[in-house]
Structure formats: structure tokens, C-alpha cells
């Protein structure tokens, strides 16, 4: 989110302290008060939000876009799709070679985020049921490097934010069943939900600091906050913005 919530935060053009660093640091900083408003590319866990209710701090969370999460490869790699069981094996270390999904004989070489990473743990939700990734994992520091190690070796897969989509790398087409009906991510994929790997990325801010912060959420949800969110390729949050869906 850092790049998206960068731009919101120039457009406003009032004061903002601004720093990244990872959903579980925003969260922890915005409970520990060191921050007024946390992003985060993850719902709560369960243990976060007994958290808040044991320190006595009530939050709330606004969805500020959408996300579509990208599956990425060497565009050499003759693998083009991949059904979202064959992830969670890839992903768990259960599916070790590329030929157990219709690539070469060769060794996958899984690509993740490191561990302070919301799109970690959005992964593990969502694809590998909280199994653990490979112990062998390559682990990369922000979205950007997860590009430039998968672009740079032909038997890497690793997972992006549909906004990093680069051509140094392959996007897989996904299935969300047993292989029938295979979807790309795209901008329009996602908005038009067809796309099976969307997700929420949130602000979160405590109840009592509401009138400090409301008019940068009023903004982020503003025409110009979501114009903000479509030119960082994310998915506006509001059904009343403007735009075009190639």
C-alpha cells in the first residue's frame, strides 16, 4: 500500500507523517499510539483485535480500495495458469517441480514477502489454509525486489499487488476450482469480480482520534482520493467513481 497511500498523501496536501514498514508494524504503531492512522493490506487477526478491546482502545476500519493479488513467473516459464490447489501445494512446499503443473522438470523456486508482509499472511489465509511456506523460501523485502528475483530466475514464482505488474514478469491466470475456468488478474477481472484472488486493503484508526483524522479518510474516499487509488492500479472502493476498465 505504501506507494498507493504516498500518492493519497501528496494530493492532500496538508501535513502527514508518513512512513511504511509492513501491516503488522502499522497496526502495532496504531496501538502502541505512536500512529494515528494504520495501513494494512489485512483484515485484524483475531489476537489483534483482543488487543484493542484489552487496552481500551475501539477502532475503525475503511476499506480505502481494492486489491487483486497476482501470481507472477518468468515469462519464460512455460506455465501459464494455475488452479488455487496447485498454489497451496506450490506454497506449502507440497509441490516441489514445476512438471507436477505442467511446466519443465525442474526445481520451483518460491519467492515470498518477509514476515512483517500483510500479503504473507493474506496468502496463507486464502491459498495455503495457514500452512507454512517452504523452509527453503526466499524471502524479499517489499514488493519491488519480489519482482526484480522473479524476473531475474526462470523457475521462480513469487506474488505481487496487481498495481506492481511489470512486463519483466508473467502473470498465471488463476481457477478457484478444479481448473474449468481460468481468470487473469486484471483491472477489469477484479472490478468486475470475476477474478478470485480480491481483497480488501484498509486504514484503521481509534474511535476517539476520529476528528483528527476524518478529513484525510473524507479525502481517501474522496473522487480525487479513488482517481488516486485507479492511477496506482488498485480497485476504487466506491461504486461512485469514474473510470474506464480495460
Not at 183 to 210: C, D, G, H, I, W
Not at 226 to 244: L, R
Amino acid at each position: 500500500m505504501y506507494p498507493l497511500v504516498h500518492e493519497i498523501t501528496e494530493l492532500y496536501g496538508k501535513d502527514v507523517i508518513f512512513e511504511g514498514g509492513g501491516s503488522n508494524a502499522g497496526i502495532n504503531a496504531l496501538l502502541e499510539g505512536k500512529a494515528d492512522v494504520a495501513m494494512s493490506s489485512r483484515s485484524l487477526h483475531t489476537n489483534e483485535k483482543n488487543n484493542f478491546i484489552i487496552k481500551g482502545k475501539p477502532y475503525t476500519e475503511v476499506i480505502v480500495a481494492y486489491d487483486a493479488l497476482s501470481f507472477i513467473v518468468h515469462p519464460e516459464n512455460k506455465v501459464s495458469k494455475l488452479t488455487k490447489a496447485q498454489l497451496a501445494g506450490i506454497f506449502s512446499g507440497e509441490i516441489t517441480n514445476w512438471k507436477q503443473v505442467g511446466g519443465d522438470d525442474k526445481a520451483i523456486v518460491v519467492i515470498v514477502r518477509e514476515s512483517a508482509s500483510g500479503t504473507n499472511e493474506f496468502v496463507k489465509d486464502v491459498i495455503t489454509n495457514k500452512k507454512p511456506f517452504p523452509a527453503n523460501a526466499k524471502v524479499c523485502i517489499g514488493t519491488s525486489a519480489v519482482i526484480q528475483a522473479v524476473s531475474q530466475h526462470i523457475d521462480a514464482i513469487g506474488f505481487v499487488g496487481i498495481g506492481y505488474l511489470e512486463e519483466i514478469v508473467k502473470p498465471i491466470a488463476i481457477s478457484a476450482g478444479s481448473g474449468n475456468n481460468f481468470v487473469m488478474p486484471s483491472f477489469k477481472t477484479a472490478l468486475n469480480k470475476t477474478y478470485p484472488l480480491v481483497r480488501p486493503l484498509y486504514f484503521f484508526y481509534l474511535k476517539n482520534q476520529e476528528a483528527k483524522v476524518k478529513a484525510f479518510m473524507d479525502f481517501a474516499l474522496s473522487q480525487l482520493g479513488q482517481k488516486a487509488v485507479v492511477h496506482k492500479g488498485f480497485i476504487p472502493a466506491g461504486s461512485n467513481i469514474k473510470i474506464n476498465a480495460k
